[in-house]
Structure formats: structure tokens, C-alpha cells
């Protein structure tokens, strides 16, 4: 698989002059995004997102360290021709429709009047804003103003989209409408790299992740190397047996535990599962799953994240509180 986006050893710090702070917004950070993939950077506030998207299109320059991408660099502009960008905070002049607005945006980047068309309804139908192509901005809700965004970011059918917190601020629907249109990019032949401190969904969507605090990098890899517990240990799901105590003393069982009405949960060392499967068979109970057991991305993020006692708190959505500078 060929390599989208190098980022080597990459820092930037800031200086604010009159109070002579140094902040060191990203320390040190490398990853690698390949062709096709959907990549997840991930953080809590602060973290230092937006600065390391910042430096990968070239809207700041990196204190030291290097981004190569798509054979060139940020600043080569046959390299930004082939990337679509979605700010963390776009700003829509909201008279317009968005129509008119990418139309503005076609304009600028010189696609023809008839293909601009085209595209411009065929990209408002993927991101389910056809409905609404005539409306002004101003009357659409935020999940419409981030699809927007995407269109927008799209309208130069790029080889790779950047997007800086596309989940942030939608409603559940909202979230799911994005991540679906994420999904279809990458079946669409796209490469995805999107940054997000709200972690509900972005398992299911993300094949690698980065995940980032106060700089520095403290995970990466594929969801499956991260969320797999090396713990050795597999749960086995069993229905029709309501009974635990049996369980708890047979060879190789770790801990088992009622799971609804009637069913069991039981957490057992890997080389056991197959035995104990034939065990719950045998004594009438129907096998409903087994799984090497995995952490959530959330359990992941909160224990790689976690520096002080009173934060980062996780409200039920998944959404990391509390945790800004
Ligand atoms: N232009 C700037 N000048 C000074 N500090 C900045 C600037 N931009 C960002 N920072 C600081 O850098 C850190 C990382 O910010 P940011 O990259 O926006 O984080 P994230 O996107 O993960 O929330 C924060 O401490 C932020 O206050
Ligand atoms: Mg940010």
C-alpha cells in the first residue's frame, strides 16, 4: 500500500510575545497515512490537532520536523490541487445557497462551467443536501453546515480529504450522516485523515488511529493492535443458562457473570474457550458469541489521556470534557 502522508518527528511551538509563554503545541510526532485508508487523529482539547492539520496544509510552517505528502510537500501546489480540506471552524459567507457557494469555490478552482454544474448537484446529492441546494446558509443547521464544508472540501474530487473535527457539534443523526459519507468516501477510492475528540462511532470507521495529548503521541496503530487486550482472555456469550456459580470454578475460567435474563458472560483464558464452548453445549446452553476481548476506543483513549485526577471526564456520548489547557 503507498504512502499518502509522511509526517516525521513534527513540532511546532508557540511563542506569545508580551507574555513571553512558550507553548508546545505538538512534540515530536510521526505517522504514516496510506492510500485508502481512514485515518483517525485523535485528542482532547488542546491536544494539538488543528496545529499538526495546520502544518499538513501548509497554513503554518512546522517549528522542526517534516510532512511529505502525495511526492511533494504542503507548499507545492500540484500537491494541494489533489487535497480537499474541511476547517474546524469553515466560515460561510450565509447569504448564499450552496449552490451559489460552491460555484464560488468551482470558480476558483477553474473547473468549467458545465462540469461545475454537474458536479456541483451530483456532490450536493452525496452529501443530502439536494433538497435544500437553494436555500440560504444562514437557515441550516449545523449538520448541514459541516456537510457544506465536506462538499465543499470535495468539489476538486481530491485523492485525499483533510477534515478537522467533522463530527464536532452534531446531534447523534447528524454524527451518523457524516460518518456514512466518511464510509462512502473511502469506498469511493478516497484517503481520509480526520481529527476528533468524540470517540462514540469512530471505531467502527477508523482502520488506524493516532492518539494525541498535549503534543505528544501516546498511541497509534490499527484499531484491532490498540483494542485487542494482549491479556490473552476471550468472552464467551452463552444463552440459556442462568447459573454462574457452576461456571466459576471449571479450569480456565477467569471471572462469568449474568448477562440479561438468561444469559452468561464469561471472561476465560484463550486456550480454554474451545473447551468450556463444548462444556455449555453439553449443558444445554446455546453459544451466542465469542470474542478476544477488546477495549473500547473510549477505555483506550481515557487510560492513554489520563494525567490528573479530576480530568478527562466522558460524558455519555463519548465527548471528552474538561481536558483544555
Ligand atoms: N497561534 C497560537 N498561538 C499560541 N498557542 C496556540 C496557537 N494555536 C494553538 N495554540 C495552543 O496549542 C495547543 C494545541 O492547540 P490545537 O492544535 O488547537 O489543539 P486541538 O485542535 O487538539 O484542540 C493549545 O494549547 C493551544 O492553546
Ligand atoms: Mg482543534
Same mark, same amino acid.
Given at each position: 500500500?503507498?504512502?499518502?502522508?509522511?509526517?516525521?518527528?513534527?513540532?511546532?511551538?508557540?511563542?506569545?510575545?508580551?507574555?513571553?509563554?512558550?507553548?508546545?503545541?505538538?512534540?515530536?510526532?510521526?505517522?504514516?497515512?496510506?492510500?485508502?485508508?481512514?485515518?483517525?487523529?485523535?485528542?482532547?482539547?488542546?491536544?494539538?490537532?488543528?496545529?499538526?492539520?495546520?502544518?499538513?496544509?501548509?497554513?503554518?510552517?512546522?517549528?522542526?520536523?517534516? /510532512?511529505?505528502?502525495?511526492?511533494?510537500?504542503?507548499?507545492?501546489?500540484?500537491?494541494?490541487?489533489?487535497?480537499?480540506?474541511?476547517?474546524?471552524?469553515?466560515?460561510?459567507?450565509?447569504?448564499?445557497?450552496?449552490?451559489?457557494?460552491?460555484?464560488?469555490?468551482?470558480?476558483?478552482?477553474?473547473?468549467? *462551467?458545465?462540469?461545475?454544474?454537474?458536479?456541483?448537484?451530483?456532490?450536493?446529492?452525496?452529501?443530502?443536501?439536494?433538497?435544500?441546494?437553494?436555500?440560504?446558509?444562514?437557515?441550516?443547521?449545523?449538520?448541514?453546515?459541516?456537510?457544506?464544508?465536506?462538499?465543499?472540501?470535495?468539489?476538486?474530487?481530491?485523492?485525499?480529504?483533510?477534515?478537522?473535527?467533522?463530527?464536532?457539534?452534531?446531534?447523534? /443523526?447528524?454524527?451518523?450522516?457524516?460518518?456514512?459519507?466518511?464510509?462512502?468516501?473511502?469506498?469511493?477510492?478516497?484517503?481520509?485523515?480526520?481529527?476528533?475528540?468524540?470517540? *462514540? #462511532?469512530?471505531?467502527?470507521?477508523?482502520?488506524?488511529? /493516532?492518539?494525541? #495529548?498535549?503534543?505528544?503521541?501516546?498511541?497509534?496503530?490499527?484499531?484491532?493492535?490498540?483494542?485487542?487486550?494482549?491479556?490473552?482472555?476471550?468472552?464467551?456469550?452463552?444463552?440459556?443458562?442462568? #447459573?454462574?456459580?457452576?461456571?466459576?470454578?471449571?479450569?480456565?475460567?477467569?471471572?462469568?457473570?449474568?448477562?440479561?435474563?438468561?444469559?452468561?458472560?464469561?471472561?476465560?483464558?484463550?486456550? *480454554?474457550?474451545?473447551?468450556?464452548?463444548?462444556?455449555?453445549?453439553?449443558? =444445554?446452553?446455546?453459544?451466542?458469541?465469542?470474542?478476544?476481548?477488546?477495549?473500547?476506543?473510549?477505555?483506550?483513549?481515557?487510560?492513554?489521556?489520563?494525567?490528573?485526577?479530576?480530568?478527562? *471526564?466522558?460524558?455519555?456520548? =463519548?465527548?471528552?470534557?474538561?481536558?483544555?489547557?
Amino acid at each position: 500500500m503507498d504512502e499518502i502522508i509522511r509526517v516525521e518527528n513534527l513540532s511546532k511551538t508557540f511563542r506569545t510575545p508580551f507574555r513571553r509563554k512558550r507553548v508546545d503545541a505538538v512534540s515530536n510526532v510521526s505517522f504514516v497515512v496510506r492510500r485508502g485508508e481512514i485515518f483517525g487523529f485523535l485528542g482532547p482539547n488542546g491536544a494539538g490537532k488543528t496545529t499538526t492539520i495546520k502544518m499538513l496544509t501548509g497554513l503554518i510552517q512546522p517549528t522542526a520536523g517534516t /510532512v511529505s505528502m502525495l511526492g511533494g510537500g504542503p507548499a507545492d501546489l500540484s500537491v494541494r490541487a489533489r487535497i480537499g480540506f474541511l476547517p474546524e471552524q469553515p466560515y460561510f459567507y450565509d447569504y448564499l445557497t450552496p449552490v451559489e457557494l460552491l460555484d464560488v469555490f468551482g470558480r476558483i478552482f477553474g473547473i468549467p *462551467a458545465r462540469i461545475r454544474k454537474e458536479r456541483i448537484e451530483s456532490l450536493l446529492t452525496q452529501v443530502g443536501l439536494f433538497e435544500a441546494r437553494n436555500r440560504t446558509l444562514r437557515k441550516f443547521s449545523k449538520g448541514m453546515l459541516q456537510r457544506t464544508g465536506i462538499a465543499q472540501a470535495l468539489l476538486n474530487d481530491p485523492e485525499l480529504v483533510i477534515l478537522d473535527e467533522p463530527l464536532s457539534g452534531l446531534d447523534p /443523526v447528524g454524527r451518523k450522516e457524516v460518518n456514512d459519507l466518511i464510509a462512502t468516501l473511502r469506498q469511493q477510492g478516497k484517503t481520509i485523515f480526520f481529527s476528533s475528540h468524540i470517540l *462514540a #462511532d469512530i471505531e467502527r470507521l477508523c482502520d488506524r488511529v /493516532v492518539i494525541l #495529548d498535549r503534543g505528544v503521541t501516546k498511541a497509534a496503530g490499527t484499531l484491532s493492535e490498540l483494542l485487542t487486550s494482549d491479556s490473552g482472555e476471550r468472552e464467551i456469550l452463552a444463552g440459556g443458562i442462568t #447459573d454462574v456459580s457452576g461456571l466459576n470454578g471449571l479450569d480456565g475460567v477467569v471471572r462469568c457473570e449474568t448477562y440479561g435474563t438468561d444469559a452468561v458472560r464469561i471472561v476465560c483464558e484463550s486456550a *480454554a474457550s474451545d473447551r468450556l464452548v463444548g462444556t455449555l453445549l453439553r449443558a =444445554g446452553g446455546t453459544i451466542l458469541g465469542v470474542n478476544d476481548r477488546r477495549i473500547s476506543l473510549e477505555q483506550l483513549f481515557v487510560s492513554r489521556t489520563i494525567r490528573e485526577k479530576s480530568c478527562p *471526564a466522558t460524558d455519555n456520548e =463519548g465527548e471528552v470534557r474538561g481536558v483544555s489547557e
